[in-house]
């Protein structure tokens, strides 16, 4: 799938969330990159990444740059066969990095 095609996917599940969370995610930039870099850039499992300080832990008195999430477009399109299991995987992992944006820890992601 070229890049085009896939970010209107992740742009498309953006905006299906519910509203009270699309309203809160102005300092969050949602960007695709072909594969995660870093130490995390030779696991293959890993379809998406929160970079950023959760809103639980955001202070007036500590900055931060602005909060990004990442969508692994390589990675995620490994695991899919077919482009509606492409669109069902950019969801979940957009709820999942969203989720740690809103201060879940992965014990509480899994419990949903």
């Known amino acids: 799938m070229d890049r085009e095609e896939f970010d209107r996917i992740v742009a498309e599940a953006v905006a299906q969330l519910p509203r009270v969370f699309r309203e809160r995610l102005g300092n969050v930039a949602i960007v695709v990159v072909d594969s995660p870099r870093g130490e995390e850039g030779h696991d293959r499992s890993l379809m998406g990444l ?10 007036t008195f500590r900055s931060s740059g602005p909060d990004r999430v990442e969508i692994y477009q390589k990675n995620i399109e490994a695991v899919c066969r077919t482009k509606r299991e492409i669109r069902s995987e950019i969801r979940a992992t957009l709820l999942h990095e969203l989720g740690h944006y809103f201060g879940l820890s992965e014990d ?5």
């Open 108 to 112: 509480e992601l899994s419990d949903i």
């Open 50 to 59: 929160f970079h950023g300080v959760p809103l639980t832990e955001k202070s």
